[in-house]
């Protein structure tokens, strides 16, 4: 059974540091790629970044690039979305999907990231 | 960057109804390999999204057949031929031929 659980969401300063988990089961992260997308509550869905681990690059909407990082860890099978600089706008749930046939198949239940002093 | 703009913005429904929604894009969604990558996806109150239609028409696993995707190059629409109460939610559309991979604005379905 496919599943993407993601961790690590919480309240952060406006200029710090957060990192998102998105723990994977039910097939390896290696050669497919994950997405992040996340949504401000009350609006709709942003594309953040996508990744293919272990074959080609990853990619970002212009608002976090160099801000966001994403990587992956094949013993753990989970990719991570390193999160710096952040800003109140950055506030959403951020969810994980696995991309698959140019789409999202599988989704997580999201993560919670608030910024705010 | 293609714009994805969906209409219209809200709908009500009677059950046993059928609904339309529309998505158009700002450039054709044909991709090199002659695939469309469009997809409708669905998001029901408090739940994240959840894949209905990719491909245009292709219904993926365990999506009921009353859900059906039509159109072609930058036209495209989601019918739903029944309503049923467990269809309330928000309906996205979105591309997924070029980086950034961008949504429609959303259609919230709601029953009279």
């Known amino acids: 059974e496919v599943q993407l659980v993601e961790s690590g969401g919480g309240l952060v300063q406006p200029g710090g540091s957060l990192r998102l988990s998105c723990a994977v089961s039910g097939f390896s992260i290696s050669g497919n790629w994950i997405t992040w997308v996340r949504q401000v509550p009350g609006k709709g869905l942003e594309w953040v970044a996508s990744l293919q681990h272990d074959v080609s690059g990853d990619h970002y909407v212009d608002s976090v690039k160099g801000r966001f990082t994403m990587s992956g860890d094949s013993a753990q099978n989970s990719v991570f979305l390193e999160m710096n600089s952040l800003r109140a706008e950055d506030t959403a749930v951020y969810y994980c999907?696995?991309?698959?046939?140019?789409?999202?198949?599988?989704w997580g239940q999201g993560a919670i990231v608030t910024v705010s002093s | 960057e293609i714009v994805m703009t969906q209409s219209p913005p809200s709908s009500r429904v009677t059950l046993g109804q059928p609904a339309s929604i529309s998505c158009r894009s700002s450039q054709s969604l044909v991709f090199i390999d002659g695939t469309t990558r469009l997809s409708w996806l669905q998001q029901r109150p408090g739940q994240p999204p959840r894949l209905l239609i990719y491909?245009?028409?292709k219904r993926f696993s365990g999506v009921p057949d009353r859900f059906s995707g039509s159109g072609s190059g930058t036209d495209f629409t989601l019918d739903i031929s029944r309503v049923e109460a467990e269809d309330v939610g928000i309906y996205y559309c979105?591309?997924?031929?070029?980086?950034?991979?961008?949504f429609g604005g959303g259609t919230k379905v709601e029953i009279k």
């Open positions: 491909h245009v028409s």
């Open positions: 999907a696995r991309s698959n046939n140019a789409t999202f198949d599988f």
């Open positions: 979105m591309q997924a031929k070029q980086f950034p991979l961008t």
